[in-house]
């Protein structure tokens, strides 16, 4: 039953329009993509709607909009910290801190951001990330990953693998980056080759990061 019900949602479409405006209607996204998520969660009331048509006896099933938390409301006026969540798939880093600056290492180059940033999504290459509290500073070194900022001074970093720089041994590094060195020169596929140039990437970055 929940297959048949499956199909019959996937199979229905709107019935297509003669008018210009009806076929720019059609064209027209349901849902507008931003950055900044709304203060109050909409409902996906189409898709309820179509399964209470399909299955009528059976409550419809979460979608992932059912479990974020309601974004808050873009201030009136720009506060004075930003609240950044830093997570990790293992961990959460930082959960709503509030400070007064981060600086991640984007692929574009070094982005800071403050209160009243204006939305933004950037792609994170190896490199360090500094977290500014006053005048304490945390650094970490982040692997790879997303930073999602949003216009109510909320930001959103998500990273594959990071660690405080002041945990990284340096030796480790530099016989890191001699490894993958002479990989690169002894790889004798594209595919080995590609692989070991990640890691000396990886190790190059670690390496700027400690010495710079």
Not at 52 to 78: G, H, Q, Y
Not at 175 to 194: C, H, I, P, R
Not at 200 to 208: G, K, M, R
Request: glycine letters at 6%; a neutral charge.
């Amino acid at each position: 039953m929940f297959r048949h019900a499956a199909k019959n949602l996937l199979l229905r479409r709107p019935v297509p329009t003669t008018s210009a405006a009806g076929a720019a209607a059609a064209r027209a996204p349901s849902r507008t993509f931003s950055a900044d998520a709304p203060a109050a969660q909409t409902a996906d009331a189409g898709f309820v709607e179509a399964w209470k048509k399909v299955v009528p006896n059976i409550d419809p099933p979460k979608t992932p909009l059912s479990f974020m938390e309601p974004r808050p409301a873009t201030p009136a006026s720009i506060p004075s910290k930003l609240t950044v969540n830093f997570v990790l798939p293992y961990a959460s880093e930082l959960s709503k801190k509030e400070v007064d600056m981060v600086i991640v290492p984007a692929t574009t180059g070094e982005l800071g951001v403050l209160p009243g940033h204006v939305a933004t999504i950037a792609e994170l290459k190896p490199g360090v990330m500094s977290v500014h509290d006053g005048n304490e500073v945390t650094k970490y070194f982040v692997s790879s990953g997303f930073a999602f900022v949003h216009a109510n001074s909320f930001a959103d970093i998500i990273a594959v693998e990071a660690v405080p720089l002041d945990r990284i041994d340096a030796s480790l590094v530099q016989k890191g980056l001699a490894e993958f060195t002479q990989k690169v020169n002894s790889a004798s596929t594209d595919l080995e080759k590609a692989e070991a140039q990640i890691g000396v990437d990886v190790h190059s970055a670690l390496n700027s990061a400690l010495t710079g």
